[in-house]
């Protein structure tokens, strides 16, 4: 008896559960008007993630219509929108430590205010309270002559250093210059890995980091003689040679060296470093 009590209260649960298991995955479903995003960028030593809805214009005026020009706007839809830096960064000039925000706006005709806030995640502008504010600046809009009928967020220009957000709707775009705020790690961690196994430095990623950011050139140069030295039959460290006596000011010894990057690059039938290896000795020509 004991064995069948237990037994039926087993089936019972076992029925109960499968049961709601199901009726739960058999719920309808409906879509979000105004979908969500997630957008990730790699920048510097880190990444910088944000997550917002994206609303529709729907033939409604946008800025100055449903969204008042000098109210706080969440920057998108439902949410909040949600950044976060997972390094220190430098945002219009702005220091901002490494942490997640909520990324609000006042849009304004000829200028617009972006705004920082340290209570992440919000619903809306409903509860937003400015004394929570980390950071405040002021951005010029630009006229963006392709209706953007979504409501977008996206990076462009990046490079190791830099990059820029741009929030666009209709035909408004906002653009927001950051910069990294880890050039001294980059640099520290180059410095310890250039000391280690001469056949395992990072040599391409240490030279271009030096050119690019302006460092010193001379200890570039070094490292792309140690690297030709590694690989001599490759057309890339030639490539970064050139460069670097181009910046320089060593117009004839960067053709020079160039024109050994082509020579070298079309015995390896490498037509991209033919390519680049010339764009050096036009640049140096004209």
């Not at 439902?78 to 000039?93: D, H, K, L, P, W």
């Not at 002559?145 to 462009?156: L, N, S, W």
């Not at 181009?246 to 024109?259: F, M, N, P």
Request: glycine share 6%; with cysteine.
């Amino acid at each position: 008896m004991r064995n069948s009590i237990i037994g039926a209260c087993c089936l019972f649960l076992f029925t109960f559960f499968s049961t709601a298991a199901f009726a739960q995955q058999d719920q309808p479903r409906i879509p979000e008007s105004s979908s969500t995003q997630t957008i990730i960028q790699d920048f510097g030593l880190g990444k910088i993630t944000i997550t917002y809805s994206r609303p529709n214009v729907k033939g409604r005026k946008i800025f100055g219509g449903i969204n008042p020009f000098g109210e706080v706007w969440r920057t998108g839809a439902n949410a909040a929108t949600i950044i976060t830096f997972s390094e220190n960064v430098i945002i219009e000039g702005n220091k901002v430590p490494a942490g997640t925000y909520s990324l609000f706006s006042i849009p304004n005709k000829n200028e617009w205010t972006i705004i920082l806030n340290k209570t992440a995640k919000q619903w809306g502008a409903y509860t937003y309270k400015q004394e929570d504010d980390l950071l405040r600046f002021n951005v010029k809009p630009i006229d963006v002559k392709e209706k953007r009928e979504t409501f977008t967020m996206q990076f462009a220009n990046s490079t190791t250093k830099s990059t820029d957000l741009y929030i666009v709707w209709d035909h408004t775009g906002v653009p927001i210059h950051m910069q990294t705020d880890d050039d001294a790690q980059i640099t520290a961690n180059i410095e310890k890995l250039m000391q280690g196994d001469i056949r395992k430095r990072p040599y391409f990623n240490a030279i271009q980091y030096f050119y690019e950011n302006d460092k010193d050139l001379n200890k570039a140069m070094q490292w792309a003689l140690e690297a030709e030295k590694l690989e001599p039959k490759g057309p890339w460290y030639k490539l970064w040679k050139a460069r670097i006596q181009l910046k320089q000011g060593k117009k004839a010894e960067a053709i020079a060296t160039a024109q050994q990057g082509v020579n070298l690059a079309k015995a390896a039938d490498d037509e991209e470093y033919v390519r680049l290896n010339e764009a050096v000795i036009y640049q140096a020509k004209n």
